[in-house]
């Protein structure tokens, strides 16, 4: 209740000296467990964004060492499409960095939701999350770069030949 919170030990205090002690129980259990979740989700996330970018892991030495890459268009397309997926589900589609509205109307409940959301570090969890999918996104950029590079290569030495033959007959 409005005593609810960490106490320095950091143990969670729930419904101290409420009227109401059964109601607001079963509320500040819910709110914390809407806490737990929302970082559980966050850890999916994280586990999710470390597959994708350990996938992603080699192309900067690939590129430092001026190795050729071995890359199709399907596979930079098929990155980008989980890179946005991913982003989207962290930043619109989950909402992983916002109060739920059921919060907004008791006060009490949403301090004791942010609380539970600061000792879980949720705020900087998302922050890392997308700092490091903001690199991913580079990378994939990089690699789309350099695809359609070699694609208007391509095409420079098709029209070239093309004249030369043209030229020659």
Do not use: C
């Amino acid at each position: 209740g409005k005593q609810a919170g960490l106490l320095p030990s950091g143990e969670l205090v729930l419904s101290m000296g409420q009227d109401n002690w059964a109601k607001t129980q079963v509320l500040e259990k819910i709110a914390f467990s809407h806490g737990i979740q929302r970082s559980v989700k966050i850890s999916v996330m994280e586990h999710l964004s470390e597959d994708l970018i350990s996938s992603l892991k080699q192309i900067p030495d690939i590129l430092m060492e001026k190795r050729a890459l071995k890359i199709d268009q399907k596979g930079v397309m098929k990155t980008m499409g989980q890179l946005l997926a991913l982003r989207g589900l962290i930043n619109l589609h989950l909402p992983l960095s916002e109060t739920p509205e059921a919060y907004w109307e008791e006060p009490w409940l949403e301090d004791l939701y942010n609380k539970i959301s600061r000792e879980l570090d949720m705020a900087s969890r998302i922050r890392t999350l997308n700092r490091k999918l903001d690199y991913a996104h580079q990378v994939v950029e990089v690699l789309r770069t350099e695809l359609s590079d070699r694609h208007h290569t391509r095409l420079e030495l098709i029209i070239i030949y093309l004249t030369s033959v043209e030229v020659l007959f």
